[in-house]
């Protein structure tokens, strides 16, 4: 299968190819030519496999420059009981009939980042072999938290490969920078950048930029790459858990072979959500995409106006991971809902990076429509789910799925949908115990207590069990103390490679 650029479909390259470089040549993104089908009796097989096996059917299918052998070998590392809390890997939750929750947080970062940082390191280690390259590749990873310690997970002790990851001094939780500072292998580097999340990153993006320092990598026989979330082997591996899904439903009798089913996904970025959508264009019976965002709902406008307007206030909220106002993979949806308009794409983009808005035709937009609802919620409408989700089912969610739940419910009360809806859910109620602890006992209950004091006070409230990555962290020491200014940021890189 070969892929093209969201700003050029003529463009024509292999998946390693996509994998290997993140991004086109032209600044778009890579997508592929066509899509696979997998429908009808194929799910029922997929059905009895395990979650290994279902991820090496369906990327096989996307990256048919990759052996069967090599598949299993990168699925198998990832998707195992030793990095996962679980045999499941990705399981689903009843919460009544016909909701469902798919718990994609029992990675070792407990986040949803891990279905695809996993995996991801495997994909490109292949790939630079594949594409006949022989440097060492360097991840450079800016974090504004959950990104950065997937990443160091993810490409922890994978030969061939080196990862870097920068932070905000002041842009992090404790345990987020508790899980960065004690990070071990052999081939990781963690240095705080005095500064804020846009410091790390426009530091990040200068040096990935600068042709002269490339030159010096290469010398030193390295090159630079990217794992972050517009990078082709980052979305595909989120395709899987869809499928997954699906499956689990089949096989516990929860539905029949053929009855659609609704997704519905916390959102920042669009890759989570994307994914759920190539699942639907692939053959997999999925109703509607239900698109939640918090108050930064930029897509929630997107969604019902065919406007989309980045000139507003960012807003910080209690589910950080979706605090973004450029969502850089709706330009895939935007690619594919125009029946591949390169140009048009490309021209929106340009307005978007100039004006900061653009808009879509009626026609677009009612094709986006068909397919997705999208709505939000504010941080007081999130606390106030966990506390009755809690209340009434004795289940505990994070924030971030919180938003998500919130959103189902505002959509089935709208357009009394009873279709059966998985609610996507992204990290562990322990990843954000502070709010979750003030939810479920009262803001009273946070007094006087650190990070760690708040995950057993959590542990104990929802009679839950701390998960091990975070409830390791404590006795873990602190590796990395290195603290930069935004400038000197170069010379952190040129040393922890030893440049020449
Ligand atoms: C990254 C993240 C999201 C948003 O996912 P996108 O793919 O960027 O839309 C939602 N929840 C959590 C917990 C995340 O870490």
Request: glycine share 6%; proline share 3%.
């Amino acid at each position: 299968m070969e892929y093209a650029s969201t700003r050029d479909k003529n463009l024509a390259v292999s998946a390693a190819y996509a994998i290997k470089t993140g991004l086109a040549p032209d600044g778009g993104l890579f997508v592929p030519k066509s899509l696979p089908r997998v429908f009808g009796e194929e799910l029922s097989e997929l059905a009895q496999m395990s979650y290994s096996e279902r991820a090496v059917r369906i990327l096989g299918k996307f990256l048919t420059d990759f052996s069967a052998e090599e598949i299993t070998d990168c699925a198998q590392s990832a998707y195992n009981k030793e990095k996962f809390e679980t045999d499941e890997i990705a399981p689903l939750y009843k919460l009544s009939n016909g909701v469902y929750f798919l718990e994609l947080w029992h990675g070792p970062t407990c986040a949803f980042k891990d279905m695809a940082l996993q995996i991801l390191p495997h994909l490109l280690k292949k790939s630079v072999v594949k594409t006949g390259e022989t440097k060492e590749v360097v991840i450079l990873v800016a974090t504004s938290g959950d990104t950065g310690k997937a990443a160091l997970e993810g490409f922890k002790d994978v030969n061939g490969t080196r990862i870097i990851v920068f932070y905000p001094e002041k842009g992090v939780s404790d345990i987020q920078k508790r899980q960065m500072v004690t990070q071990e292998g052999n081939n990781v580097d963690v240095a705080a950048v005095n500064g804020n999340f846009d410091d790390a990153q426009s530091g990040v993006k200068k040096i990935f930029g600068d042709s002269e320092y490339a030159e010096v990598l290469e010398r030193n026989n390295f090159m630079l790459s990217s794992a972050n979330s517009i990078n082709w082997g980052r979305l595909v591996p989120q395709i899987v858990y869809y499928f997954s899904a699906y499956c689990n439903l089949l096989k516990c009798d929860e539905i029949k072979l053929g009855e659609p089913v609704n997704f519905v996904v916390p959102t920042g970025n669009f890759g989570n959500i994307l994914a759920a959508y190539y699942a639907k264009e692939m053959g997999l019976p999925v109703g509607k995409l239900i698109c939640a965002s918090n108050e930064n709902n930029i897509l929630t406008d997107f969604i019902r106006t065919g406007v989309y307007d980045k000139n507003r206030l960012f807003k910080t909220t209690s589910s950080p991971s979706m605090d973004i106002l450029i969502s850089s993979n709706l330009e895939r949806l935007l690619y594919h809902v125009t029946g591949c308009d390169d140009k048009q794409v490309a021209a929106w983009m340009k307005e978007l990076a100039e004006t900061g808005r653009y808009e879509v035709s009626a026609d677009v937009k009612a094709k986006i429509q068909e397919l997705f609802y999208g709505g939000f919620c504010d941080d007081t409408q999130t606390e106030k789910t966990i506390a009755e989700t809690n209340s009434a089912y004795g289940y505990v969610i994070d924030t971030h799925t919180a938003v998500a739940k919130c959103v189902y419910d505002a959509y089935c009360k709208e357009t009394g949908d009873a279709t059966k809806s998985v609610i996507v859910s992204t990290a562990s109620p322990f990843k954000f115990s502070n709010h979750v602890l003030s939810a479920v006992a009262g803001a009273e209950a946070l007094s006087g207590l650190d990070e760690f004091a708040m995950l057993d006070a959590l542990a104990e409230k929802a009679d839950l069990t701390i998960p091990a990555p975070l409830a390791n962290l404590k006795a873990k020491p602190v590796i990395f103390n290195t603290t930069c200014e935004k400038t000197e940021m170069y010379e952190v890189v040129s040393h922890m490679l030893n440049l020449l």
